[in-house]
């Protein structure tokens, strides 16, 4: 029987949070007819617009026995989706019959208030990682990923995230050489090089302006120095005690898991250069032993120095192109799924903006 997948929107929604994943599922079934069988749907049926105005048609949320995986995106209007008494308990219900459910981008955060993530690892938009955290201490938050699984629940970070959590959910069901033809065909890597972290750490520590950016800087200009507790103290004039309860406060993490992971982000700019041996970036980033990063690496990309440097460099064009397809399945016209097939129309600029099903 066909996999059935119900994606849920609301008003306000990021469009690339559902698109991205129907189009990777819409391929992977024309790669393998049959595999998969898509449906739109939300609380209140019919067009459901979105926050770049242009609107989808949907369903009635589905009857969760035919639910085979259910797809939560996300977008700027979750925080008042949140205030939904009834998609909350709709999901509540789905988190004890569906086999499996997944958010795009802030979509973590309805699963969040509907408890599903309690004890769970999950991830989110860089940008909503404080806020999950937050909001929901009893979510262990990674903010650092592109996308996590615990068990049977899956969170991606923001928007194109989207792509990478329904590609390693295709390889799961269909297996990996189905998900890099997908891949190929989305012209997209199948997963991404040069390991799997969103964006600067420094961002995430904190605004500009904040409490602690003054010696963010200062860390990332001494990284070959001792940058334990005591030393960041005495840097803003509190004590170690004090320093460390106000700085996970301010950033939600520890000063030691920073400075780890401003390190990892200075090594790693040295390893895309190229220049450098890996002892000579250990010693450079203050690890001190090319043992010691290779650790803090496979924590925070997933993968050691030695493989990202091997697969994390593109040219000064740009990033480069996914492979070209198998000579073995030259590439194809893909068939048209009949359940989940979705016309786009480009608005007038008057128009409404309105992508209908049929």
Partial sequence: MPHAISVVIFPGFQLLDAAGPIAAFEI?????????????????PGLVRSSS??????QRLPRLPQVD?????????????????RLLSFLRRAGARVPRIASVCS?????????????KRATTHWCRVAELRREFPNVSVEGDRIWVRDGEFWTSAGISAGIDLALAMIAEDLGASVA?????QLVVYAQRPGGQTQHSDLLELGPAGGRFAELHGWIRQRLGSKLGVSELAARVSM???TFARAYVAETGVTPAKAVERLRVEAARSLLDAGALSLQDIADRTGFGD????????????????SALRRTGRAPASGPARAPAPSPRRPPAPLAPIESARVRAELPHPRSSGVVRSR
């Fill in 290 to 305: 090319i043992e010691r990063m290779r650790r803090a690496f496979i924590r925070l990309f997933g993968a050691p120095p």
């Fill in 180 to 184: 890099r033809d997908v891949a190929r």
């Fill in 69 to 85: 995986t259910l797809l939560i995106a996300g977008g700027d209007g979750v925080r008042e989706a949140q205030r939904d008494t």
């Fill in 107 to 119: 979509g973590a955060l309805l699963l969040a208030r509907a408890g599903l993530l309690d004890g």
């Fill in 28 to 44: 992977a079934a024309a790669f393998v007819p049959g595999a998969y069988v898509l449906g739109l749907c939300a609380v209140e």
């Fill in 239 to 241: 004590s170690p005690r």
């Fill in 53 to 58: 105005g242009v609107a989808f048609e949907t």
